[in-house]
């Protein structure tokens, strides 16, 4: 089957651009999720969304990320302004459903100069 | 809120050895899932380990074991006949009531 499906692969923009990423999730995976991983650590959740529905937002920060998952598929993520402290590398993961296993795309490294 | 504590951030161990990384989690779910990921280099994070918390049993897969503690809230992962291929970070995953928590990581080097 096919992974999953992110892109770009790399982003460089300045302070205060915006930036968009895309995510195909695998195909019937009804749960999808964005992470930012900064160096060194782990994973950490932004948003999930179960379909078109959001489970999880917590540690999303609003005034400046929004994420949307149209017609429960593919998903895209924003930043809006960026600021120095986005770098890092944004996953997209999908599962089949809640509390299953978690499959990864290569990510997306991005660069705030 | 669930934690996840990996308090190894660096481990190395020799070609053909056995090693254990170590994780702690918190939470007030009964019911619940656990992780084990492996990142290498550069590269894409895959699953190693899956384990549900309402089974008793360890789960085994080839060389990789786990050492589930319930009642400690204790998670760790057993590499037995370690290869050059098994360096990596490795992140442990805690899943409850649908939502999603990874500890920071521990880098696993094998040495030759």
């Known amino acids: 089957e096919a992974g999953v499906a992110q892109s770009p692969r790399y982003k460089i923009i300045e302070k205060r651009q915006s930036v968009a990423f895309w995510c195909n999730p695998i195909s019937g995976h009804a749960t999808l999720y964005w992470y930012q991983q900064i160096l060194g650590q782990g994973p950490k959740l932004l948003i999930q969304f179960q379909n078109n529905g959001v489970v999880d937002d917590s540690q999303l920060p609003k005034d400046r990320f929004s994420a949307e998952r149209l017609k429960g598929v593919d998903s895209t993520l924003k930043i809006q302004p960026a600021k120095l402290e986005d770098s890092a590398v944004y996953l997209c993961a999908s599962s089949l459903e809640l509390n299953q296993p978690q499959h990864f795309g290569d990510g997306t490294r991005l660069s705030i100069l | 809120a669930q934690t996840v504590t990996q308090s190894q951030p660096e481990m190395s161990v020799q070609e053909a050895e056995t090693v254990t990384l170590s994780c702690t989690y918190d939470?007030?779910?009964?019911?619940?899932?656990l992780f084990w990921y492996k990142q290498p280099p550069s590269r894409q994070m895959i699953l190693v380990i899956r384990?549900?918390?309402?089974?008793?049993q360890n789960a085994t897969e080839n060389r990789f074991s786990v050492n589930f503690q319930k009642a400690a809230k204790s998670f760790s992962l057993k590499i037995s006949d370690s290869q050059l291929g098994d360096t990596a970070m490795y992140f442990c995953?805690?899943?409850?009531?649908?939502?999603?928590?990874f500890g920071d990581g521990t880098t696993l080097t094998v040495k030759p």
């Open positions: 384990q549900e918390a309402y089974k008793q």
């Open positions: 939470t007030s779910e009964s019911n619940y899932y």
């Open positions: 995953a805690f899943i409850g009531a649908g939502k999603s928590t």
